[in-house]
């Protein structure tokens, strides 16, 4: 009974030779397949970010040009007085004079433009004139707010209108 179960366990050299070459082809074969998956999920990463990048690269440039965004359309509408609204959007030129907009506090750029009277300004500022674009360019301006942003500017400026 012995002697059958030496015979039984006793490894061969062969049997080592099979162990130490399983022992380390096994692992081989493991870490082979963890760097293929790991490639893989890689692989399928590159490719999403890519296709984001792609979908950011078409929004901007089909985005409409010259977008001020001024209010949240989702806010609920609160009116600017004259001062914010000029803050917000009008100062961009109206202090600096950009494209040769009369300055904010300007008596002599706005003396001739207050001459055509409050409304006339007004219907200007609306629909833009010359360089000075239509609401500024906030589209998202209320007539009133714009109104109001012309008796401040104008105001500033030697005028004594108020606001609609
Ligand atoms: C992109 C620059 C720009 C912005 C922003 C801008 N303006 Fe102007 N604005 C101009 C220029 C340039 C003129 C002079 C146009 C001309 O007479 O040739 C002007 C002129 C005006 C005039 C005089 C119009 C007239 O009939 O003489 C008013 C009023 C005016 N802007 C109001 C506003 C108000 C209110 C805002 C803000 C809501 C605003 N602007 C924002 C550039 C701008």
């Not at 790991?38 to 692989?43: E, F, P």
């Not at 300007?106 to 219907?123: M, P, S």
């Not at 942003?149 to 500033?156: D, E, K, Q, R, T």
Request: charged share 20%; hydrophobic share 45%.
């Amino acid at each position: 009974m012995s002697e059958h179960h030496e015979e039984m366990t006793k490894t061969t050299p062969m049997q080592v030779v099979i162990a130490t070459v399983g022992g380390l082809v096994a692992p081989l074969i493991a870490i082979f397949l963890i760097i293929q998956l790991v490639l893989g999920i890689q692989a399928t990463h590159v490719g999403e970010d890519a296709d984001g990048a792609q979908a950011r690269a078409v929004a901007e440039r089909i985005k409409p040009v010259g977008e001020v965004k001024v209010v949240d359309a989702s806010a609920p509408k609160v009116e600017k007085s004259g001062e914010e609204v000029f803050n917000a959007v009008c100062t961009a030129c109206h202090t600096s004079g950009a494209l040769g907009a009369p300055k904010h506090g300007n008596k002599g750029d706005w003396a001739k433009r207050i001459g055509q009277g409050y409304d006339t300004l007004v219907k200007n500022a609306i629909n833009g004139i010359r360089a000075m674009p239509a609401r500024g360019g906030a589209a998202g301006l209320s007539d009133a707010e714009l109104a109001r942003a012309v008796a401040y500017m104008a105001n500033s400026a030697g005028a004594n209108f108020s606001a609609k």
